[in-house]
């Protein structure tokens, strides 16, 4: 249950980190800026096509060089929350190109700016689009956090191993991990898709 503690709250801790990114980036790639569509372009491109494992190594080998005391745990919710921003980041601009160009122009007809346009009409609709495949990455990243294990991060699966190695009970010790897992990533899915046929239903919920 310790484990269960920290996978939690690093999962939680990089769900919302990687959602903001992912939206920040999400914009700057679709932005017509061409500097800044290639700066949205290249982290994304980055950080898709590294393994999530040499991510959160890198800050838990690297990066305490250079940030003293940056321990397991952080060092891999911070991997986590990176790697995770940038298939967010991916959904996200996948639902704002699927609404209607017509919405950023009226609203820029009104008086809006950019930002306000993509902030109060845009991004609203996009995220109602997207829930389905977002629901995937949020269920994704809390599999993904079992990560931690190899930098001593004293989540679910590194108390597991712990307890395994120990005891030598490892057939039980596994299967209660991954009922664990289950407890936690089953109600995250009912809820986007409970959320999805809201939206489905009534757009304006």
Do not use: C
Not at 21 to 38: D, Q, R, W, Y
Not at 50 to 73: E, R, S
Not at 92 to 101: F, H, N
Not at 144 to 171: E, H, P, R
């Amino acid at each position: 249950m310790e484990g269960v503690k920290y996978t939690i709250e690093s999962s939680l801790i990089a769900l919302i980190g990687s959602l903001i990114l992912g939206v920040i980036f999400a914009m700057l790639e679709i932005s017509p800026n061409k500097t800044v569509h290639i700066i949205g372009r290249t982290y994304v491109e980055i950080f898709r096509n590294i393994p999530l494992l040499v991510v959160a190594m890198f800050f838990y080998i690297v990066m305490p060089q250079f940030i003293p005391g940056l321990d397991g745990f952080t060092a891999g919710t911070i991997g986590l929350t990176i790697y995770t921003s940038a298939f967010i980041a991916e959904t996200v601009r996948a639902g704002i190109e699927s609404v209607d160009v017509g919405q950023m122009e009226a609203a820029r007809s009104n008086g809006m700016t950019y930002l306000q346009s993509m902030r109060f009409i845009v991004l609203p609709q996009a995220i109602k689009i997207v829930v389905p495949p977002l629901g995937n990455q949020f269920v994704n990243l809390v599999k993904n956090s079992s990560v931690l294990a190899f930098l001593a991060g004293f989540d679910l699966m590194y108390q597991g191993n712990l307890i395994a190695s120990t005891t030598f009970k490892t057939t039980d010790t596994y299967l209660a991990v991954g009922l664990l897992y289950l407890i936690m990533t089953m109600p995250l899915s009912y809820l986007m898709r409970y959320l999805e046929k809201r939206w489905s239903k009534n757009p304006q919920a």
